[in-house]
C-alpha cells in the first residue's frame, strides 16, 4: 500500500479513533501547512494545545 493511502482514512473511521483517545485524555490538533519549516506560529499552536 503507499504511503498517502495509508494515511487517507474514512470519516467514520476518524470519529471512532478521536472518540477513542479524547476516552484516553488524548488530543488531537490540527494545524495547516507543512513542516519543511517550522516558526513561531507552529511552536505556540502545539505548545497551546498542551494546556
Do not use: P, Y
Request: with cysteine; net charge positive; glycine share 6%.
Amino acid at each position: 500500500m503507499r504511503a498517502t493511502q495509508q494515511k487517507l482514512q474514512e470519516l467514520d473511521t476518524l470519529e471512532t479513533k478521536s472518540k477513542q483517545l479524547n476516552k484516553e485524555g488524548k488530543r488531537i490538533v490540527l494545524c495547516h501547512g507543512t513542516f519543511d519549516l517550522i516558526h513561531t506560529g507552529h511552536i505556540r499552536h502545539l505548545q497551546e494545545a498542551l494546556t
